[in-house]
């Protein structure tokens, strides 16, 4: 099985950067999404990390060690818009097909 | 328009009742999947299909069927509804991993109350 945590909550400031982590576990590691969700919406793909090292795209960044379990999404001059769930995914080969599972998400609020 | 279509949008009914809530999709991918959210818990994987012939079970699929009609249609039906599967529902679909990440695209969702 897998077990992926994430925070809960995060607060930041409108300009700042902030940094959400996740850690997991499992047994066939194949590939870590992040989605962004805002309330009562769909998830979106923001990134995809399978091999070690950061990946950047515009204001947001996502990083993967796969070694240490760990990834984290960095937004930067964070903006009001960006308020929202952060949900970190994790592919496994587990059972000899792919299978995604999400974590609970992170709710982040920027404040002004 | 929408790539991925769900309907209705939100629904309230009563226990006992049947429901069934419907997924489309315009962009041609071969695998559509069911996941309810509820606070705290996340999205859970009810059903998944990777083809019309293809149908699995996720992690929750008890009290839930589907049927695959169609490449474009997915359908998840609740028999025998019941309060606690008032949540929010989504489809979503991907495309057959080539050298591609498999990333799915989710519709807008579903708002299902049971009373």
């Known amino acids: 099985g897998q077990n992926i945590d994430q925070p809960t909550e995060m607060t930041a400031t409108e300009g700042a950067i902030v940094q959400i982590n996740c850690t997991y576990q499992?047994?066939?590691?194949?590939?870590l999404f992040w989605y962004q969700q805002h309330a009562g919406e769909a998830p979106t793909f923001l990134s995809y990390?399978?091999?070690?090292g950061l990946e950047e795209k515009g204001r947001f960044s996502s990083f993967l060690s796969r070694s240490k379990g760990y990834s984290y999404l960095l937004l930067k001059e964070l903006q009001m818009k960006d308020s929202a769930s952060y949900l970190c995914?994790?592919?496994?080969?587990?059972?000899?097909?792919?299978?995604?599972?999400f974590g609970t998400g992170t709710k982040l609020q920027v404040i002004p | 328009d929408a790539d991925v279509t769900q309907t209705p949008r939100n629904r309230i009914t009563k226990t006992g009742k049947r429901i069934m809530l419907e997924c489309s999709q315009t962009?041609?991918?071969?695998?559509m999947y069911w996941y309810r959210q509820d606070p705290g818990l996340g999205l859970r994987l009810i059903y998944y299909?990777?083809?019309?012939?293809?149908?699995n079970k996720g992690e929750i699929s008890d009290g839930y069927s589907v049927s695959r009609q169609a490449q474009a249609k997915f359908s998840l039906s609740l028999e025998s509804a019941i309060p606690n599967q008032t949540a929010l529902y989504f489809c979503?679909?991907?495309?057959?991993?080539?050298?591609?990440?498999?990333?799915?695209?989710f519709g807008p969702g579903t708002r299902l109350t049971v009373l």
């Open positions: 299909s990777f083809d019309v012939k293809d149908i």
């Open positions: 979503a679909t991907s495309d057959r991993e080539t050298s591609a990440t498999d990333t799915q695209y």
């Open positions: 962009k041609g991918h071969d695998r």
């Open positions: 990390n399978v091999l070690d």
């Open positions: 995914a994790v592919r496994d080969l587990g059972g000899g097909y792919q299978k995604v599972t």
């Open positions: 499992t047994s066939g590691f194949n590939g």
